[in-house]
């Protein structure tokens, strides 16, 4: 009797001790969650989420002795265009403004247009104006000081029905677009339980079945945000970290649990009983579930080497709930199945149910497109591959941007009345904010330096000292759109010629740029710099752990070059559509020009690991045949028809999952879900079913060559003969 395997030894631990494993588990995810709730959840701060020159201009604003407040504008304009400043009505509306903001709580600097000076705040036609305020706090106290203003700015609005009045700050906009985000995050998380449980269902044909991998997803998933609490007290967490986590932990719980429940099943439909059929499927789906797992934690890791703290967290919140995943799999998991034994197929849906038991859950139209791929193996490969790289073509003139306001959802009241501010008092991109560090940054020297780094500036320019005196912000305009290749060179002409000509030469200071154009240069340089050591660790480490998985160089070298594929199919298709400016009416968006700058690494890794999430487990059933005694082609054919359904399955969940992220309204999750969802589509159909067997079956037995000088590698059995469970 064969060694079992460290997951058999898990599942028959855990099938023994069914209340241990049950209520341990529970217990850790309530324990967790309490834990997590208490401490709190520590939110990377913006300033230290930035890379180069402008993070460190970043964080000398945030630690200087700026007063703490938000800026906010009210927009005057006639209804139909009607009246102008000069009449009475008009006038009338913006004194009422006036008046009204300084019986308002928590205002300060309030500046009519009509007071001396102000007349820029009066549009070159005369028929919009704006008062300007500022409300003072961090940006807690500011965001509950704002509805008290934007209440008043309603009352002078009904007031004066002839004109629009409308608020735009740092405070109101920030409330609205986190609302929204909130809105469209709460629909997600509410829309994908019940479409992954309907898809469950047609999976497994039985209620029960379905509920227990979502249970499993979700458990993980909660288990995991307690935990990030107290690790945020250590590194710092970005605040959609949690959208991720609950992305990937469903993802994943559900797939492992799939993968497990389903080689249950099966077996027993081959006439093993509850207990041996759930004993095997431990040896086998269940040490799938760990070499996939370690294989996603690789992928996920590879986020730490982008060296930025955005990814910094991502990669913590992801590998955890994976790795949380991965051990109620194959723990909690087990307990649960032995527990339930057959009931497990409780609420079966009947014609479902019968196909599944007819067919030992293996699919009839995967099988109709294996079986042809298997027969004519280099058109396959030709056709498949050549469709995969014409979809991929795009993403050569891909082009890395930040998105700015231009990615924000316009369909929003705010960003409506932030579109007519910007009409009516055009003020270009976001400025260059340079930061001016010194003893004194008042002293004549500092001064004539500042002078001279202006003198060149094509537009208003603003500066403002903190009252240590210490620190100078100035803002600079800057042509173009503030991330094309205009802006680019202005920049590049004031970091490297006019700041080291002018302010760089007054000794004791030290200048830093920032800013939407600066913040995204120097992301994307740190990207374009990291992304190249990015693909070597994951691919390396990926490449080691097949190898040693299944004592074959061939298989790993080629699971890389079809999730390349893979990945390259879904970087053109993203492409295409948002850069391009394709399908914009279908997805509700308007094309910024690229694709937003964190992206492409983020789906690189998130990809590389759900889909070789995938080939590792068909690759384990493929082997499992071949060391039964199958020849290559059999156990090619008998691999993946066996899990061509479960693979689709667990893939339609996750195009699902994905596919609602498209209907959100920010442009970077649009990207995000459209592109998530293409790859894992491509991958679980034209390359597992097609592009996988025509390779595997044209290689042969070459699938397992491995040198003579490798023979030392450990050897995994992958065909166990368990001892059956009596739980």
């Known amino acids: 009797m064969p060694k079992r395997n460290l997951a058999a030894r898990a599942g028959h631990w855990s ?29 990377l701060e913006p300033e230290d989420s930035g890379n180069g020159s402008s993070a460190t201009a970043d964080k000398a604003i945030a630690n200087a002795d700026f007063p703490d407040k938000a800026d906010e504008q009210i927009l005057i304009t006639a209804r139909g265009g009607r009246l102008t400043t000069a009449d009475p009505q008009f006038r009338e509306g913006v004194d009422a403004v006036v008046a009204k903001l300084e019986k308002t709580p928590h205002t300060s600097e309030i500046q009519s247009p009509f007071a001396d000076g102000n007349e820029g705040q009066i549009s070159k036609d005369q028929d919009a104006a704006l008062v300007t305020f500022s409300i003072p706090g961090d940006g807690e ?23 629009r009045i409308e608020q735009f700050g740092d405070a109101s906009a920030d409330k609205a677009l986190s609302a929204s985000l909130d809105d469209d995050f709460k629909r997600a998380e509410f829309l994908s339980l019940p479409i992954t449980l309907l898809i469950l269902v047609f999976a497994f044909g039985a209620l029960v079945a379905a509920g227990v991998p979502l249970l499993l997803g979700i458990t993980a998933v909660i288990g995991t945000l307690g935990l990030v609490g107290p690790i945020s007290q250590i590194v710092p967490m970005e605040e959609s970290a949690a ?20 080689r249950k099943m099966e077996e027993r439909d081959a006439g093993r009983s509850s207990e041996a059929a759930l004993e095997f499927a431990a040896a086998t789906s269940g040490k799938a579930v760990l070499v996939s797992g370690l294989t996603v934690l690789i992928a996920m890791a590879g986020m730490f080497i982008a060296g930025n703290a955005v990814f910094t967290s991502f990669a913590i919140g992801t590998m955890l709930v994976v790795a949380v995943a991965m051990i109620g799999s194959v723990t909690v998991l087990p307990a649960v199945l032995s527990k339930l ?73 705010v960003m409506q009345t932030y579109e007519r501010i910007q009409g009516e008092f055009p003020g270009g991109p976001l400025p260059a904010v340079i930061v001016v560090e010194a003893d004194d940054v008042t002293t004549p020297d500092v001064t004539k330096g500042i002078e001279a780094l202006t003198a060149s500036a094509s537009g208003p320019v603003n500066t403002i000292v903190s009252p240590s005196k210490e620190v100078a912000i100035v803002s600079i305009p800057l042509p173009g759109n503030g991330t094309d290749d205009t802006s680019e060179a202005a920049l590049a002409t004031l970091r490297d010629k006019t700041i080291p000509a002018t302010i760089d030469r007054v000794p004791g200071t030290t200048a830093n740029v920032t800013g939407m154009t600066a913040g995204s240069k120097d992301f994307n340089d740190r990207m374009n710099s990291r992304l190249p050591f990015v693909f070597a660790f994951v691919l390396g480490l990926a490449f080691l752990l097949l190898l040693v998985t299944f004592r074959s160089i061939v298989i790993p070298l080629k699971a890389i070059i079809l999730n390349l594929l893979s990945v390259g199919a879904a970087y053109g298709v993203v492409t295409w559509i948002f850069q391009d400016g394709h399908l914009e009416g ?14 492409p690494l983020f789906m690189f890794v998130i990809l590389f690991g759900l889909s070789m999430d995938y080939h590792v487990f068909i690759l384990s059933r493929i082997r499992e045949a071949f060391d039964r005694g199958e020849s290559t082609e059999d156990a090619i054919s008998h691999g993946i028809k066996a899990t061509a359904g479960v693979v689709t399955s667990a893939a339609m969940v996750m195009v699902a999952v994905f596919a609602i992220f498209a209907t959100l309204s920010m442009i970077e999750f649009k990207q995000m879900g459209v592109g998530l969802a293409v790859a894992i589509l491509l991958d679980a159909t034209l390359v597992r079913a097609v592009l996988l067997p025509a390779a595997m079956k044209l290689l042969g037995e070459r699938n397992w060559y491995l040198p003579k000088r490798l023979g030392w590698l450990p050897k ?10 009596h739980a």
């Open 15 to 43: 099938a023994r001790h069914r209340k241990t494993a049950i209520f341990g588990w529970l217990a850790f995810v309530v324990i967790a969650f309490v834990l997590g709730g208490a401490i709190g959840t520590n939110s």
């Open 141 to 163: 106290l500011t965001d509950e000081r704002v509805d008290a203003t934007l209440a008043a700015t309603a009352a002078v609005q009904k007031q004066h029905p002839d004109l």
């Open 243 to 262: 959208s991720v986590i609950l992305l990937i932990g469903l993802a994943v719980g559900v797939d492992y649990s799939m993968f497990y429940l389903r």
């Open 341 to 413: 034994g057959d009931n497990v197929e409780k609420g079966r849906v009947p014609y479902i149910s019968r196909l599944r038991h007819r067919n030992h859950g293996e699919s009839r139209a995967w099988a109709f497109v294996i079986d042809r791929a298997l027969r004519r193996p280099v058109l396959a490969v030709v056709l498949s591959t050549g469709l995969l790289l014409a979809l991929a073509y795009p993403a050569l003139d891909m082009r890395l941007i930040n998105p700015g306001v231009a990615g924000l959802p316009h369909d929003l009241p």
């Open 586 to 599: 279908v997805l509700n968006f308007e094309s910024v020009g690229g694709i937003t700058s964190w992206l």
């Open 716 to 725: 995994w059995d992958h065909e166990p003969t368990p001892e059956p469970v």
